[in-house]
């Protein structure tokens, strides 16, 4: 009579792989902020990439106060006063795009097969490299900041107004960053990536009030530029820093974050799991 085994969990089938760990919103966000922690480290380990966020700034705006400040306002001293808080958003807003392609670039290169063996929730390096990104978004404010006061740019705000036009940018660039991010979850490469990414986040800029005031744009683009995010986000940015209205510039920057992360959040997270 022979006797009645049992399969070993050290038996021929190999090791019974770990369960993970039941997934909550907490955990969720917790190995999000573990992970974005490698983004962070990835820029301090990148100095060609700090070099960037750097350069980039002193040359936006080098060019466009000394280049275009006389043409614009006569003196580059009015055109910089005006120009700061534009530059600040559009570099943040092109910064974004860095969103998309780092995702792009992780997915080609198989890092995010690697995520997928791992007990985490499956959106966590979604949000992990999200999080990450806004620290690269405040080097950039902070960098465009620094040059300006260099050229004389006093903002009368003081540092309250500085920080809390700061915070707003960065709050609207975390909702850009899903529209990034869904565009380089359904692009096959990364450098289509940043041609897609380009024909959205130009007309989004340079379409807007933060180089010209929409009052000296032909009558049809006055009305594209009074409606687009972008000049509500820096028109909200120049009251806080150098005066003027901030209630209701403020009121619906804060409309369409909503609106765009509503849209392209779960499109990002949609796409982001077809890829994956």
């Known amino acids: 009579m022979s006797a009645v085994t049992t399969d070993s969990p050290t038996g021929p089938a190999g090791p019974t792989p770990l369960a993970p760990q039941s997934v909550t919103p907490l955990r969720t966000v917790q190995q999000g902020l573990q992970l974005a922690w ?6 301090r380990s990148n100095p060609e990439e700090v070099l960037g966020l750097t350069l980039q700034p002193v040359m936006f705006v080098t060019l466009f106060v000394f280049v275009f400040g ?3 306002m006569g003196d580059w001293q009015s055109y910089r006063d005006f120009l700061m808080p534009g530059i600040i958003a559009q570099s943040v807003i092109f910064a974004t795009l860095g969103t998309g392609f780092t995702l792009s670039q992780d997915v080609e290169k198989g890092i ?3 995520f997928r ?18 620290v690269r978004y405040t080097i950039t404010v902070v960098m465009v900041l620094i040059v300006g006061l260099a050229i004389g740019f006093r903002p009368e705000g003081g540092v309250l107004g500085v920080v809390v036009a700061g915070a707003l940018i ?36 340079f ?7 929409p ?13 687009n995010p972008v ?28 609106v765009i992360t509503a849209v392209f959040f779960p499109l990002a997270a949609w796409a982001y799991r077809r890829r994956t």
């Open 38 to 43: 490698r983004s962070v480290l990835k820029i």
């Open 70 to 72: 006389q043409a614009m």
């Open 112 to 114: 995010f097969d690697r």
């Open 117 to 134: 063996s791992l007990p985490i929730a499956r959106s966590a390096p979604l949000v992990g490299a999200i999080l990450g990104d806004l």
């Open 170 to 205: 960065l709050l609207f660039a975390f909702a850009l960053c899903w529209m990034s991010a869904f565009v380089g979850m359904i692009v096959r490469t990364p450098m289509s990536v940043q041609a897609f990414g380009m024909i959205l986040m130009f007309p989004l800029t």
């Open 207 to 213: 379409g807007s009030s933060a180089f010209v005031a």
């Open 215 to 227: 009052e000296s744009m032909p009558g049809w683009l006055q009305t594209v530029a009074v409606n």
């Open 231 to 258: 000049s509500h986000v820096v028109d909200a940015m120049r009251g806080l820093m150098i005066g003027g209205d901030v209630a209701g510039p403020v009121f619906w920057t804060l409309v369409w974050t909503v």
